[in-house]
């Protein structure tokens, strides 16, 4: 199991990012796959997670309204759409496997990628 994201970048407050979460190795159908980000002298956060099975999503409430989480399968990818970007989401971004994805929340992470930087500052 590979995971690999990328699509980081500086972006200025208000501007937009889309996060790419590309797997290899194993069939992404069967897997549920949640977006963590780190910020520095932070704790680990879970942003979102999207299901396999029914596309059962879920975003913390820092992100709710502002983030998109969608797949797509036949691309083994998993994005993550971020608009309205804040400095406070400036971080690391890490893509994972995880357990399960439900509207209350998603647990740590099982095979992760290596992250990719969001720096957001004008």
């Known amino acids: 199991v590979q995971l690999q994201a990328s699509g980081g970048g500086l972006v200025q407050p208000g501007g937009s990012l889309r996060l790419s979460c590309a797997a290899s190795?194993?069939?992404?159908?069967?897997?549920?796959i949640g977006w963590f980000r780190q910020a520095p002298g932070k704790e680990r956060e879970g942003v979102s997670c999207?299901?396999?099975?029914?596309?059962?999503?879920y975003y913390a409430d820092s992100v709710k309204g502002r983030f998109t989480i969608s797949r797509d399968n036949a691309k083994y990818t998993v994005y993550l759409q971020m608009n309205s970007l804040k400095p406070d989401d400036t971080a690391v971004y890490y893509c994972?496997?995880?357990?399960?994805?439900?509207?209350?929340?998603?647990?740590?992470?099982?095979?992760w990628g290596q992250g990719t930087q969001v720096t957001v500052s004008s």
């Open positions: 994972a496997t995880t357990g399960y994805c439900s509207r209350y929340g998603f647990p740590q992470g099982i095979d």
């Open positions: 190795g194993f069939t992404l159908d069967y897997y549920v």
């Open positions: 999207i299901s396999s099975a029914d596309g059962t999503t």
